[in-house]
């Protein structure tokens, strides 16, 4: 049998194959996959080249289904190359199955999590960067996009990054089957559209008949020929290729076939070809960087230190100490700091200008590859790339994200730059870590421990200066907290963290000149809070008075809340938190108006005293 009659024959059994399951499932996207199904083929028997046995060789291609809905296509390419067997691939979307209605890193070799549109070719570029500029070896990087989803802004993005950084290792392949959801996408199949897009952000683009093997054939041996730039393969298809029941029909999105059994005899009935998928023949190995050693930045007491300072200087001494550790920045370094390390490891740091979905996507993508990424911008801007944030941790991603000028403590810039929800946004996010140092001491401990935290790690950074009330040598770990100053007299317990710290305590010599003793408690780990901590206090006291600069609802105030709720008998807590629209002002003035500042915690403690 000659290859190209072997890859259709190939294609007509992924496709069977995706019908099968879905079928077995009762639900699933055997439309959206047998449109690709000739695309994955040719690319499976001779183009890939990948381990399926060794899913972690560093040498290995990568494969991303950027439409992680066509995943019945995906686990029939897993199916012939022997990576998981038939009877598995009809577990399909069942409780105890490692096959998920869209794929996730329990089914090795996937990479990453897909399934929310816009987010696999930003991820790819991720991936390819690592490849091209730190592991520094020739594996590819294969994303298989839909054509709906180049609708998305983040698949731009990443056009954009990918031709910048030049990234001849990253392929992708636009299924453009033209019908999405509902509708026709608004392109159609206008191929030659989407070519000249592509060409104008830099890439090397191709049209082809998705139907024809020979042609794709000749298309990837184009693409894996191209220098300089990336390639992007746009393919003609026809969604539900080859069963007349489906076959390009709007309607038929997301559902099993009505009569699987017709439609697999319709394309030739069951097969049970497998393809023998070259491995990776490059034996070189990651390139490793040196390093020079160095030792965490300290501070004196009573020194005046922005945290942002603190992270950038920090940031570098974990770099220096360890080759694995990459920086990535939102066009805002010299704010963030992180123009610390650019600087002084200039390989290890990646510009990811405003586009702050890439980044994120970049950040998961490097760490696929076991680097260590650190992604900075405002805190404001992370949360234009939530959903990256929240798909990262279906993926299993390590990422340390932090978010610089938090609060209305930043000042004149006003509310448009102030993050005021973001340590409710990443509270949320399952398995996170959150956490906001009030000093520069803290911060640098801080910063050196998320390199080694497992999920998605958060540092919230201030943009003025505050002043250093930990010492250097104290001990300050994620989950930990910071006692100020307690006695067996506390009548009130004030929680702060960040800049709101050093108004709680201030608030503290306010009330004790006024006859009230408070106990103060810097509360440097949001999630994990140090509950015992904080339930001690609730006992010693009962009240606790929470002070943050972030809005009342799912910060630091429902953290403490969560942790006091099932005491006995359970303390009175006040949220003080930011709760108007701030405006322009000066720092001061705006903790004065929002009313989180010592006068304002002073006087809301009377209240609660009834004094």
């Known amino acids: ?43 499976l028997d001779g183009h890939l080249r990948l381990d399926y046995q060794a899913p972690d060789d560093p040498r290995n291609d ?151 093997v020979d042609a794709i054939e000749e298309a990837y041996q184009g693409a894996e020929a191209t220098t300089g730039k990336p390639t992007v393969v746009l393919a003609k298809t026809r969604k539900g290729r080859g069963v007349k029941a489906v076959e390009d029909l709007p309607g038929k999105h997301g559902k099993p076939l009505d009569d699987p059994e017709a439609a697999i005899a319709e394309l030739g009935g069951v097969r049970n070809l497998t393809v023998r998928v070259t491995r990776p023949e490059v034996r070189a190995k990651p390139y490793a960087f040196a390093v020079t050693g160095a030792e965490l930045p300290t501070w004196a007491l009573g020194e005046q230190v922005a945290t942002r300072q603190a992270y950038g200087d920090a940031l570098l001494a974990v770099g220096e100490q360890r080759g694995e550790v990459v920086a990535l920045d939102g066009e805002v370094s010299n704010s963030t700091h992180s123009d610390l390390f650019a600087k002084q490891l200039p390989d290890r740091y990646f510009e990811m200008f405003i586009a702050e979905q890439q980044m994120i996507a970049a950040a998961v993508g490097l760490q696929v590859r076991d680097w260590v990424p650190y992604a900075s911008t405002f805190a404001a801007f992370l949360s234009r790339a939530y959903d990256f944030v929240r798909m990262a941790a279906i993926s299993r991603a390590d990422l340390r994200l932090v978010g610089s000028h938090a609060g209305v403590s930043i000042g004149e810039d006003g509310p448009s730059q102030m993050a005021l929800e973001d340590m409710a946004a990443l509270r949320a996010v399952h398995g996170s870590t959150v956490l906001h140092p009030s000093d520069a001491n803290q911060t640098a ?45 506390d009548e009130v317990a004030l929680l702060a963290c960040g800049i709101t710290v050093g108004e709680a305590e201030a608030a503290a010599d306010l009330l004790a000149s006024q006859g009230t003793t408070a106990r103060v408690i810097d509360c440097y780990s949001i999630k994990p809070l140090d509950e015992d901590t904080v339930r001690a206090a609730a006992r010693d006291t009962g009240l606790l008075v929470t002070v943050e600069d972030h809005w009342p609802e799912g910060g630091l105030g429902d953290a403490v809340l969560a942790a006091v709720s099932d005491l006995a008998r359970p303390p009175r807590v006040h949220k003080l938190a930011v709760r108007i629209m701030p405006t322009s002002g000066t720092p001061a003035e705006l903790l004065a108006a929002a009313e989180i500042d010592a006068p304002a915690i002073a006087k809301a403690v009377g209240s609660l005293l009834g004094r």
């Open 1 to 43: 049998m000659a290859d190209s009659d072997f890859r259709r024959e190939l294609a007509q059994q992924l496709r069977v194959d995706s019908i099968r399951c879905s079928a077995k499932a009762g639900s699933g996207h055997p439309t959206s996959s047998m449109s690709a199904a000739d695309l994955l083929a040719v690319l």
């Open 62 to 212: 990568h494969l991303i289904f950027s439409k992680g809905h066509a995943s019945p296509l995906y686990y029939s390419v897993l199916k012939a190359a022997g990576a998981i067997t038939d009877e598995e691939l009809l577990t399909f979307r069942r409780l105890d199955s490692r096959l998920e209605g869209h794929p996730t890193p329990r089914i090795p070799p996937t990479d990453v999590a897909t399934g929310s549109l816009g987010q696999g070719l930003p991820i790819g570029v991720g991936i390819a960067l690592a490849g091209s500029k730190l592991d520094r070896l020739p594996y590819r990087v294969w994303v298989l996009c839909g054509d709906s989803e180049m609708a998305e802004g983040s698949i731009w993005e990443a056009f954009e990054h990918a031709a910048h950084a030049g990234l001849d290792n990253l392929i992708a392949i636009v299924d453009v089957n033209r019908l999405g959801q509902t509708r026709e996408t608004m392109t159609g199949w206008h191929l030659e559209r989407y070519a000249e897009r592509a060409r104008a952000f830099g890439w090397h683009a191709i049209t082809v008949d998705g139907h024809d």
């Open 445 to 489: 401990q801080l910063v050196a421990q998320m390199a080694d935290r497992k999920g998605i790690s958060y540092l919230r950074t201030l943009r003025g200066k505050t002043v250093v009330r930990t010492p250097s040598t104290e001990d300050v770990h994620i989950g930990g907290s910071r006692v100020l100053r307690s006695s067996d007299a």
